[in-house]
């Protein structure tokens, strides 16, 4: 039984845009914020909070959120892996804050330089912290089918961090195919794992497409329940610590096949494409969605 609506959370300014080589303009991604929010977006994961030296591009992140003219209804969330990046992230008045770890010990040192056991004991002050302010917690569980570094990945990763994040007090869970590897009965095993310590309203898929997948997985999901999910507008990004790996599942694309099924998401797709094809011109690229193509040559 498919859900009757889904929720999307647009990734593409922060997963997307982290990964560009240039820099892009901080009034480039709050006008790209903007043009999702007018599309119908009710969660845009905005910036992060992490070393500048890490990736350079997110550097403006105070500057990025300060931008927005916000919307009411919309909530922003902004990654934060650390005390630090928490209190500079505070002043900005985020809805919603996510505690990012791994799936792979080779990938939590990869990409945030500690164990996953060190990882969780950076986050736990921060969940703490923020859940005493009232900020939403969600965790990203990456490489949760699969690791550049260390092959295929046990759905027990998976459970390993779900149950740790749990204990800590993080309030959803993401279960992220980092570099998507995955098909549609490992990313639904994936999940599962994630389930044996969350609730299905708690829970949310965030499919990269490197091997085009990410669709597929996107609608095992709602097999399952789920109904949340993240996307990237034109397919953007990609991360930085996963040499290789494409954007996000497109949020056009999802947004077609979902609306084509009768699966609300209150989003519309004419301003989507346009939102998609603003950003796009900016380094001088197609969007990377079908459907962004299509509608466009239309
Ligand atoms: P570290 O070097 O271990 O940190 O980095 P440290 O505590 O030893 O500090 C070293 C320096 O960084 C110090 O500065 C700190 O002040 C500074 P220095 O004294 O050398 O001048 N620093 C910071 N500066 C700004 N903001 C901060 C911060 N923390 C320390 N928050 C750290 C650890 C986590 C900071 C680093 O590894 C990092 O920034 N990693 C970011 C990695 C990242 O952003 N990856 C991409 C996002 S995750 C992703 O894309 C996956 C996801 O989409 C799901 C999926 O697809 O899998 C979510
Ligand atoms: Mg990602």
């Known amino acids: 039984q498919y859900p009757p609506a889904v929720k999307l959370v647009d990734v593409g300014p922060r997963d997307g845009l982290q990964n560009e080589k240039e820099p ?12 999702l929010q007018d599309a119908g977006l009710k969660e845009i994961e905005v910036t992060s909070f992490v070393s500048p030296k890490w990736v350079p591009q997110m550097a403006d992140n105070a500057e ?32 919603e804050i996510v505690v990012f770890g791994a799936a792979s010990e080779a990938f939590s040192q990869k990409n945030i330089n500690c164990s996953i056991a060190e990882s969780i004991e950076r986050f736990a002050p921060v969940v703490e912290a923020a859940r005493a302010k009232g900020i939403y917690v969600r965790g990203a569980i990456s490489v ?8 295929e990945v046990a759905p027990e990763g998976v459970e390993l961090v779900a149950r740790l994040m749990k204990e800590i007090g993080v309030q959803h869970v993401g279960v992220a195919d980092t570099i998507g590897v995955g098909t549609p009965r490992k990313v639904q095993a994936a999940m599962e794992a994630a389930l044996e310590h969350y609730a299905l309203d708690d829970v949310s898929g965030h499919f990269h497409d490197t091997y085009g997948q990410a669709l597929p997985n996107t609608l095992a999901c709602p097999e399952m329940g789920v109904w949340q999910y993240d996307a990237s507008i034109a397919g953007l990004g990609g991360c930085p610590y996963a040499k290789g790996a494409t954007g996000n599942v497109a949020t056009e694309d999802v947004v077609f096949m979902l609306h084509g099924m009768g699966i609300e998401t209150g989003i519309d797709l004419d301003k989507l494409v346009d939102a998609g094809k603003y950003i ?12 962004a193509t299509a509608m466009l040559n239309k």
Do not use: W
């Open 24 to 35: 892009v303009p901080a009034s480039v991604k709050v006008e790209l914020v903007h043009r």
């Open 280 to 291: 796009s011109d900016f380094p001088g690229r197609k969007p990377n969605s079908r459907v």
């Open 144 to 151: 949760a089918v699969g690791c550049p570094y260390q092959g």
């Open 64 to 95: 990025v959120m300060a931008g927005i003219r916000r919307k009411p209804g919309v909530r922003y969330s902004v990654l934060t892996p650390n005390m630090k990046g928490f209190e500079a992230a505070v002043a900005s008045k985020p809805d």
